[in-house]
């Protein structure tokens, strides 16, 4: 099976509020992401972490917007992000395939999935990335260091799909050592697994400051989906 996992327990302190719960063209951000995964053909089952107090305004929308056949789960969050992944992984079986998924990144193209979840049999871990294109500069104290060559540097972004049982025993080895990061590739490798790079999406914007909202919100305005 093919699972979802939306991670939208986040604490918006940059943001000033939790911004998975603002209102996005008349809808909260999250559930604009869950409506995506929800009508992906790629996804059997969805499990969904928030913060602890939200569960019960989760599954309220999720009655009222009708979109509950595909949610397994509705899960409490952590301290920190690999908390509440964590969490959320431990609702799944040992055997299928997730796609782990930020709350805040409500564009996401279905296709993506469906590619994802199709090199992840080959693979067994494949994320989404974008080249960078801009140039990058080392700075300290507000000086340049030096230009970093751009060649073979990615911006990565989420979704990304894992073979469950590989990415349960990287968790394991990483909060038995205690060790955290920024996103979930890095346990994979880890482990000395090759993770695999497939094209991202620069629409696929993750929302971090009101301007990303307002930005997102212009999009999703002006945009119809197809399901893949």
């Not at 972490?49 to 305004?57: G, L, M, Q, T």
């Not at 949610?71 to 609702?91: H, P, Y």
């Not at 497939?198 to 301007?211: E, F, Q, V, Y």
């Amino acid at each position: 099976m093919n699972f979802g996992l939306i991670v939208a327990a986040g604490k918006g302190e940059r943001f000033g509020g939790t911004k998975q719960f603002f209102l996005l063209d008349g809808k909260p951000v999250v559930l604009h992401t869950i409506e995506t995964f929800v009508h992906s053909r790629s996804i059997d089952q969805i499990v969904l972490v928030v913060n602890e107090p939200k569960i019960r305004y989760i599954e309220t929308l999720l009655d009222l917007h009708e979109i509950k056949k595909k949610i397994k789960a509705v899960i409490g969050g952590g301290k920190e992000r690999q908390d509440s992944v964590w969490n959320g992984l431990k609702a799944l079986p040992n055997r299928g395939m997730v796609a782990i998924h930020d709350g805040v990144r409500p564009l996401l193209d279905t296709k993506i999935l469906a590619t994802g979840f199709t090199l992840c049999r080959t693979h067994k871990a494949v994320i989404t990335a974008l080249p960078i294109t801009d140039t990058i500069k080392e700075v300290k104290d507000s000086r340049v260091v030096k230009t970093v060559d751009r060649a073979n540097l990615y911006l990565v972004q989420t979704p990304q799909f894992y073979e469950i049982g590989l990415i349960k025993k990287a968790y394991e080895k990483a909060m038995a050592d205690k060790f955290y990061a920024t996103d979930d590739s890095t346990l994979v490798e880890r482990l000395g697994v090759a993770v695999q790079i497939i094209p991202g999406s620069s629409a696929n914007i993750k929302i971090t400051n009101r301007d990303d909202l307002k930005l997102v919100e212009k999009i999703v305005k002006g945009s119809s989906r197809i399901s893949v």
